[in-house]
T-cell receptor
Framework: GAGVSQSPRYKVTKRGQDVALRCDPI?????LYWYRQALGQGPEFLTY????????KSGLPNDRFSAERPEGSISTLTIQRTEQRDSAMYRC????????????????FGAGSRLTVL | AQTVTQSQPEMSVQEAETVTLSCTYD???????LFWYKQPPSRQMILVIR??????QNATENRFSVNFQKAAKSFSLKISDSQLGDTAMYFC??????????FGTGTLLAVQP
């Protein structure tokens, strides 16, 4: 697609429910990143993929959070047994190549999925 | 550990004037990249400008320029001829070999008519 597409844009759920957030990167982009942004804060790294391989998941807060990208394109971030503290904007970003963010390798963000846990 | 500090939570500027947003950072890497992202009320994240640490020349993109002081680990953003559409939250970010961007807490810029 033309940009990074995320769905749903808004998700309201009750505490204890599982949620799945989807990211469709720019076509051909091989690297995909997940960030979480709390209100009034900067984005915080969660995890990233090169193709289908998860390269770094050091930012995932706990084992209720997981992510996959089985075919190297669309990715899903899953939060199990949601808690109120999980409420935030979840942002996906993609870049054309696996190299450093220089030259043509620019990180493009999606509009985000806003999660509210009641 | 890499850190990014933005010490100005909020700033205000009159339309057509110039404003500078501050950012300091810390990293042990020799090859790294610095970014300014804009987040308007729509909450999109838009890349404003990027600086590669090995380049001495300050990056410029139209009305946006940076003052990159490598020894001082300072990376400020200057917006010239401010426009109402520049009203946004501005985030400074640091990236290294892992491409794991570290963001500051942001500066909310209000451009007044």
């Amino acid at each position: 697609g033309a940009g990074v597409s995320q769905s749903p844009r808004y998700k309201v759920t009750k505490r204890g429910q599982d949620v799945a957030l989807r990211c469709d990167p720019i076509s051909g982009h091989v690297s995909l990143y997940w960030y979480r942004q709390a209100l009034g804060q900067g984005p915080e790294f969660l995890t990233y993929f090169n193709y289908e391989a998860q390269q770094d998941k050091s930012g995932l807060p706990n084992d209720r959070f997981s992510a996959e990208r089985p075919e190297g394109s669309i990715s899903t971030l899953t939060i199990q047994r949601t808690e109120q503290r999980d409420s935030a904007m979840y942002r996906c970003a993609s870049s054309p190549s696996t190299g450093t963010l220089s030259g043509a390798n620019v990180l493009t963000f999606g509009a985000g999925s806003r999660l509210t846990v009641l | 550990a890499q850190t990014v500090t933005q010490s100005q939570p909020e700033m205000s500027v009159q339309e057509a004037e110039t404003v500078t947003l501050s950012c300091t950072y810390d990293t042990s890497e020799n090859n790294y990249y610095l970014f300014w992202y804009k987040q308007p009320p729509s909450r999109q994240m838009i890349l404003v400008i990027r600086q590669e640490a090995y380049k001495q020349q300050n990056a410029t993109e139209n009305r946006f320029s940076v003052n990159f002081q490598k020894a001082a680990k300072s990376f400020s953003l200057k917006i010239s001829d401010s426009q109402l559409g520049d009203t946004a939250m501005y985030f400074c970010a640091l990236g290294g070999a892992t491409n794991k961007l570290i963001f500051g807490t942001g500066t909310l810029l209000a451009v007044q008519p």
